[in-house]
């Protein structure tokens, strides 16, 4: 009877886990299966078009996407490094602690909050929406995952090394250049790619940021279209043409969002 | 000689000033990341100073959204973007539970790192992307099982209402497959937490996996747990892109749990491009406001959690 118990409960365990895996299978079929049809060459070379032209393609948003996620992970690495090497050289310090803390908070902050607040900041100021106001929304995303994880990876360093390199007589500033970057640099490309995979697809600070266009922009300074705004915009819209475009453009951010993820994996934990 | 010695001193002197300068530009980032929440709470708070001082708290004692005549009850949203994070988040740790289980006691090897790969990839698909699919191939389907769901359950109160595609149930639903893998692997991690002796004892008494389970592992994890529930909910609340895709955006009190409604996340994704008045943007601005509030005290209860239980166990 016990026995039975617990062969009826692993049974039950393993149903569930099979079952999310079935609705996983079943999601990244129908994103195939509607997406594959609409990626073509136009997808890849065409701008938006109107409703009934049968034709046009994503061009805008994926480069779009480009110039907004590459000013935004500048933005990220250049901070992040000097925070988590902050965190790594002056440890257990009040200073220290309290970024540690507002990290945490920033990490919990709701991504649409992030948005309304460069909407205030940046395009206010500004007078319109631009590229470079979706970049620093996704900044204040991205920057509390990257400081926590660069932290981890500084500590990954051997102490051996660094002790080595003091007693050399080397400064802290070298043995910061010429230990621990050096040894953290795979790393951090590694946790880098993360962080891109996270704010590829995050559309909520974008909304009222970089707004969206359906003309092909390629100064930062004015409205950009981008990859998740685009899907979010097509969804919501009536048109099948538009939806067909959804999907493929789903399929494209999936495919680019999930191999980096489960690429890294083994960095994944870091940051959370 | 005297020169070497001044070449000495000098390169030293520029090492020093490299170094502090270093060491200064290290203290100026952090202290502008520390300044970056203060930051945002500061610009929340100043924006929604006017609706404030011009509403006061009527936003909490009225029930009506009605942007044209100036009436803004955030009550509703409010109480639908605490449903709809406590209901997601129970419906996941009943999900999520098994599969933690299941990932640590039953399986192993190559069974094991499948499964966790289906969590990772269920992790990393982007919002927009869930709701783009919930659109096409949950919500069509929606009415079916409300159908059902109201002629078994019809009797009690909330579950009583119009079958629609597009309203709290549907939202419920894809929050909690959101939900399901930050809850799986944190429960993992909490099952890490428990001491390797204690199972080896209780393993060598000859007790089965499951009396392991139940009279070992969910006692010792239950306040873990709860930081977990936490957790998840601040995550449940904070969700924008799915919930304002699927809830149906009426920003009024659901009559049941099919009805269409909204949240503060929704509503501001919505209408803040469309807010036409001053006391309309800054209504949106105070709604960021009571969310970020809301957000950080979930936050801070389950971090207090998850401290003190570190330090118990650690």
């Known amino acids: ?272 | 000689m005297f020169k070497k010695a001044q070449n000495i001193l000098s390169f030293r002197s520029i090492d020093l000033a490299n170094f502090s300068l270093f060491d200064l530009l290290l203290k100026v980032v952090a202290v502008f990341l520390i300044l970056l929440p203060v930051l945002i709470f500061i610009i929340l708070f100043i924006n929604s100073l006017p609706a404030i001082s011009k509403l006061g708290f009527s936003v909490f004692t009225t029930n009506n959204w009605d942007p044209v005549s100036d009436k803004f009850g955030v009550i509703a949203p409010l109480f639908v973007t605490i449903i709809v994070g406590v209901v997601s988040t129970v419906l996941g740790l009943m999900i999520s539970t098994p599969i933690a289980l299941f990932l640590s006691f039953y399986s192993r090897g190559k069974i094991s790192s499948f499964f966790s790969t289906v969590i990772d990839a269920l992790a990393s698909i982007p919002s927009v992307v869930l709701g783009l699919w919930a659109i096409f191939y949950v919500a069509p389907h929606i009415g079916a099982i409300e159908t059902v769901i109201k002629a078994l359950f019809g009797f009690i109160p909330f579950l009583n209402g119009n079958p629609s595609p597009f309203g709290l149930l549907t939202t419920i639903l894809i929050l909690t497959l959101m939900l399901v893998p930050i809850q799986t692997v944190l429960i993992k991690e909490l099952i890490t937490l428990v001491p390797r002796n204690l199972l080896e004892a209780g393993f060598s008494l000859g007790t089965t996996k499951y009396e392991i389970v139940t009279n070992l592992i969910l006692p010792f994890i239950g306040q873990g747990i709860v930081a977990v529930v936490f957790l998840s909910l601040a995550r449940g609340m904070e969700e924008t892109m799915a919930t304002a895709m699927l809830i149906g955006n009426r920003p009024l009190f659901p009559d049941s749990i099919f009805s269409p409604t909204a949240t503060l996340t929704s509503i501001i994704a919505n209408e803040f491009s469309e807010a036409f008045s001053k006391t309309y943007l800054s209504v949106l601005f105070e709604l960021g406001l009571i969310l970020f509030a809301l957000v950080f005290v979930t936050n801070v209860c389950a971090k207090l959690i998850l401290r003190m239980l570190y330090r118990r166990f650690r």
């Not at chain 1, 509390?144 to 007589?169: C, D, R």
């Not at chain 1, 099948?240 to 680019?256: C, N, Q, S």
């Open chain 1, 1 to 272: 009877m016990r026995v039975l118990t617990d062969r009826l409960f692993q049974a039950f365990t393993m149903v569930v886990a099979l079952s999310v895996s079935i609705i996983l299978a079943f999601i990244l079929f129908q994103l195939i299966k509607d997406g594959i049809g609409s990626i073509n060459l136009n997808f890849f070379v065409e701008t938006a078009r109107p409703v009934g032209s049968n034709s046009g393609g994503f061009k805008q948003a994926i480069v779009g996407s480009l110039i907004i996620d590459s000013i935004a992970m500048i933005i990220i690495i250049s901070l992040s490094v000097l925070g988590g090497l902050f965190l790594h050289v002056y440890p257990e310090t009040l200073l220290s602690k309290i970024l540690k803390e507002s990290m945490s908070l920033l990490q919990g902050t709701p991504t649409i909050v992030c948005g309304i607040c460069v909407y205030y900041m940046v395009v206010r100021s500004m007078g319109h929406f631009s590229g470079f106001a979706g970049s620093i929304a996704l900044a204040l995303v991205g920057i509390p995952y990257m400081v926590l994880a660069s932290e981890q990876i500084f500590k990954m360093t051997p102490s051996l090394l660094v002790e080595a390199a003091y007693s050399l007589g080397l400064s802290k500033t070298r043995v910061i250049f010429y230990v621990i970057l050096r040894f953290a640099k795979f790393p951090l490309l590694a946790i880098s790619l993360l962080t891109l995979a996270r704010i590829a697809g995050e559309t909520a600070p974008l909304l009222f940021t970089a707004f969206g266009n359906s003309f092909l922009e390629l100064n930062p300074g004015r409205p950009m279209a981008a990859m998740p705004l685009q899907i979010f915009i097509y969804a919501i819209s009536p048109y099948d043409e538009w939806h067909r475009l959804a999907w493929a453009g789903a399929l494209v951010l999936i495919i680019f969002v999930t191999v980096l993820s489960i690429i890294l994996g083994r960095y994944r934990r870091l940051g959370e």
